[in-house]
């Protein structure tokens, strides 16, 4: 008697997890659905932040973020001309949002941008090598790992003042050793895959290799932990502006609106509940639009 | 780190080589401490004796700090200091040995509780997660866990402060008594700093256990195996993936105690609580290098120890890495 196999069922153990075979054609489309909605969703909503921040001001005249009228003090959301109302000493607390939030959007392109060009290469070239370089270039991470970047950030912006600058370089070092354990451990991956064997043997040179071969693969793992940790640095960012070690005051930030905000908060959450809210919004998206993002390229 | 080249190598030559690599990883944080603070411009003198001091009196300060010599002469006595177990003095002339143990038990004490209480929680819900992926549970669990990854703690401190502060009054807004008095003190105290720094501690073991959990259940033979035997469903999660699942949860908790200090600093100052986090803030605004160096010290210690445990747990737990054989 001739069973005719099935083409889905074949069983490999340790594979990924395989369909049942009992899902409808409702089921799938919905699958599909609900997968498109977990990735658009979240990159709409940064989408719309970024532009709130970067775009609305160049359309609409916003009242300064730093300057506001006392007379107008304490107005609540709605308030004609005062979108979010105005903080106690009147200044907008929408402007507030919008600079502050370029400030964020900004710290954390860079931190991110500066933890995948350093951490990949130090990461890239520990796992391609091997070797004692490798040791050396992981000890190097251990190091800056184990070491609490909290006190260089404060440290920094202690010594060489507060700025938007210093901050960037400070968050720095809490990204380029994660990015570098995570380029390294990749590479160290893809180093033993027979197309990378097959590319060294047929004598294409090492730059060449990691040029073509292990950088473009490693990418989609780093990038979509790029966007988790660009969400881990607006969340650090603001810890030191509420800390004080940020961007200098009078200059909007999200951190400082909420350190600002504290003392009212029990009569008037709202000072510290409208900062937070943008903070876990934005911090929520960028995570879920990463966790997307490799559920889709299977990275890890 | 790779145990490639080790096949074959009995378990003791791997912990030697783990236990060198911390003491250099050690060695290499406390350099950098070092060198980042002197490197940044300060007047620690200067401030000390205030604006009305002459720069004779700041020059003979600096002498007696010590903070006219070259940074490698400086770093010399320390490191030699700290063989010998003395890490110096603060700059009000205290010893940093007893400044640290006064300090360091209040946010031990803190981050333990936490710390268990997180994980507790964490695998409770992991595993009722786990029993029906996408069911209520999972669905309940990765929202709350991606919200605990995403909230600030300083602003989730604050909220809950308001909340169980001083709408309910529940607990003290302020917690500058821990240290002092009895357990009850204790749990009054802490519970709401714990609560802040548990929440993100608890959504990431959270995620990361119910991610292991359900590949476990999906795709290990061993699994099928016990379903096979007639086992009952949570018999089979809690006494057999749970136990593998572990592994993943130890490696996770090992790596995180390090950037535990950060968060402690930051919500023991919003807490007024007299920790080491607290004190670290103070001495680096006092540019307190020796004092910096103690707790900065310290929490490499327990960073290093906590990977280092991590990695000799797996070895203890899973022959196959003790012996060297193909694992990435």
């Known amino acids: 008697m001739a069973v005719p196999a099935p083409d889905t069922a074949v069983l490999v153990p340790g594979g990924p997890p395989l369909p049942s075979l009992l899902v409808s054609d409702r089921q799938v489309r919905m699958q599909r659905i609900w997968r498109a909605v977990k990735l658009w969703v979240p990159l709409g909503v940064v989408l719309f932040l970024l532009a709130m921040c970067f775009l609305l001001p160049l359309v609409v005249t916003l009242p300064s973020p730093t300057n506001g009228d006392i007379l107008a003090a304490s107005l609540p959301p709605l308030s004609p001309g005062h979108l979010l109302g105005t903080d106690t000493v009147g200044v907008d607390e929408l402007s507030q949002v919008v600079y502050g939030g370029q400030v964020s959007f900004e710290v954390a392109a860079a931190v991110t941008a500066i933890g995948i060009a350093v951490g990949g290469v130090i990461g890239v070239t520990a796992g391609y090598l091997g070797g004692w370089i490798d040791a050396v270039l992981s000890r190097v991470l251990d190091v800056l790992i184990a070491f609490p970047a909290l006190v260089l950030a404060l440290a920094v ?12 370089w400070a968050l720095s070092f809490f990204g380029v050793p994660v990015f570098g354990r995570i380029a390294r451990a990749n590479t160290l991956v893809i180093r033993e895959l027979p197309f990378v064997t097959a590319a060294r043997l047929s004598g294409t040179p090492g730059w060449r290799v990691v040029a073509r071969h292990v950088v473009p693969n490693i990418l989609p793992g780093v990038v979509s932990f790029g966007l988790l940790g660009a969400g881990l640095t607006i969340i650090l960012e603001g810890a030191l502006d509420y800390l004080g070690y940020g961007i200098p005051p009078p200059e909007a930030s999200w951190g400082s609106m909420i350190a600002s905000g504290q003392q009212y908060m029990s009569a008037e959450p709202r000072y510290v509940l409208i900062p937070s809210i943008f903070l876990v919004v934005v911090v929520v998206a960028l995570n879920m639009f990463g966790d997307a993002l490799r559920e889709r390229w299977g990275a890890q | 780190m790779t145990t490639r080249g080790l096949a074959g190598s009995p378990a003791w030559k791997l912990v030697g080589r783990r236990l060198v690599a911390a003491v250099i990883v050690l060695w290499g944080v406390t350099f950098l401490t070092y060198a980042v603070m002197s490197a940044l411009p300060n007047d620690t003198a200067a401030g000390l004796l205030g604006l009305k001091a002459s720069p004779a009196q700041i020059a003979a300060l600096n002498r ?16 030699v200091n700290l063989l010998h177990g003395n890490l110096g003095t603060t700059l009000e002339g205290q010893s940093v040995n007893h400044e640290l143990a006064t300090y360091l038990p209040v946010t031990m004490e803190l981050l333990a509780y936490a710390l268990v209480v997180s994980l507790v929680l964490a695998v409770g819900l992991a595993v009722l997660a786990a029993r029906k992926p996408n069911g209520a549970a999972d669905r309940f669990s990765l929202a709350l866990s991606m919200l605990g990854l995403s909230a600030a703690p300083y602003a989730f401190a604050i909220f809950i402060i308001v ?10 807004v302020q917690s500058n008594a821990l240290g002092t008095g009895g357990v009850g003190t204790f749990f009054r105290e802490a519970t709401l700093p714990a609560a802040s720094l548990g929440f993100g501690l608890f959504a990431i073991y959270a995620r990361v256990l119910r ?44 790596l995180n105690l390090g950037a535990l200090i950060g968060a402690a600093a930051i919500i023991e100052t919003l807490f007024s609580a007299p920790g080491i986090g607290q004190e670290l803030l103070n001495s680096i605004s006092n540019h307190d290098v020796p004092m910096v160096e103690g707790i900065v010290l310290v929490f490499a210690i327990i960073t290093v120890a906590g990977n280092l445990l991590a990695d000799l747990l797996y070895a203890v737990l899973d022959p196959r890495i003790r012996y060297g054989s193909s694992s990435s």
């Open chain 2, 211 to 254: 991610g292991d959990l359900v590949e476990q259940m999906q795709r290990e033979d061993y699994i099928t195996t016990a379903r096979a035997k007639g086992l009952a469903p949570w018999r089979v999660l809690v006494r057999h993936a749970l136990r593998n699942s572990m592994f993943t949860l130890i490696t996770v908790v090992g």
């Open chain 1, 157 to 168: 912006s202690q010594g060489l003042g507060p700025s938007e600058i210093h901050v960037i």
């Open chain 2, 163 to 172: 909340v169980f502060g001083v709408q309910l009054g529940w607990f003290p």
């Open chain 2, 64 to 79: 007696r700090l010590g903070l006219n010599q070259p940074f490698w002469v400086r770093y010399w006595h320390w490191f």
